[in-house]
């Protein structure tokens, strides 16, 4: 005989399963997923200018000048903790002056984004298709980002597909503000009408107004930026005076050595991250990607 629980259960698991029915999950393959690391310094080498360098190429140079000055502070102190510190510090040189250069560089376009808009909008009054209204920014737009729509505007020649046209050019950009651009304009090509001059000059004043209120907390929050980059390079910095004086390094080729160095190096990543999350703005992410 069932009992009340064991049939309310049963009951309970065949709503649950009817209602779930109406919302269908997508296959494996096809959910979305966080981008990964060579993904995102495939990313970071676009918006850095060097999309003909690969991720395969920056993590070998960084592996190749971490063998590099670990031999070669091995030989100076003959210690090899203090040795291990400053390879691991240079190996991750090339990725953080990749990620740097990006920074810079992404910070540069900001300004120049509603550039882009304006033209476009320039173009449209003027009677040119949306698809010839990027194409002529090959020749008048900011000269940062000429290479990229000169590469639009052969596709577009070649194929007439704008909709494929328009994920290249996403790929080539690699920017979080290209991004909503390009899908403004593919939303605009798809829905047409005669809002796309007046959808332009609002994508245009946001950017704008986006773009000063960015560069004036940067400009404010930059202070607290540098001293972490102080604070954290210091001691290595005096580590690096004390390997002059061979007789004073022999501490640290210890155990307790070891752990002294290991215990520092985690509070310097620790201490620098947490300041620079403190005093930088968050990196927009390609939500659109």
Partial sequence: MNSPLVVGLTLGVGVFLVYSSFWPRPPAG?????????????????????PSVSPANVLSGSAVLLVLTFFIVLAVTRVTPIALCF??????????LVRAQARKRRNKLRDLWPDVV????????????????????????????RP???????????TGR???CLDRLKDRLSDPVGDRIV???????EVGGSDLGRLLRA??????????????????????????????GAPWVVLGLLALNGS????????????????GAALCLVAYRVMVWVGRLPDEERVLR
Wanted: no cysteine; charged share 20%.
């Fill in 183 to 189: 899908e403004s304009l593919r939303i605009a090509r």
């Fill in 148 to 158: 990229a729509f000169v590469s639009f505007a052969e596709d577009y020649r070649t």
């Fill in 162 to 164: 704008f909709h494929d």
């Fill in 87 to 96: 390879a691991l510090m240079a190996g991750s040189l090339p990725v953080a």
């Fill in 203 to 232: 994508l245009s004043s946001f950017l704008r107004e986006d773009a000063r209120t960015r560069a004036e907390l940067e400009t404010r929050q930059g202070w607290t930026v540098n001293a972490a980059r102080l604070a954290a």
């Fill in 118 to 145: 304006d033209n476009i909008t320039s173009g449209v009054r003027a009677g040119l298709a949306l698809p010839e209204a990027l194409a002529q920014l090959a020749v008048r737009g900011p000269e940062e980002l």
């Fill in 248 to 263: 004073s390094l022999a501490a640290y080729a210890t155990p307790a050595g070891w752990v002294v160095l290991a215990v």
């Fill in 30 to 50: 096809e959910r979305s997923r966080p981008p990964g690391f060579l993904v995102e310094l495939r990313d970071h080498l676009n918006q850095a200018g060097h």
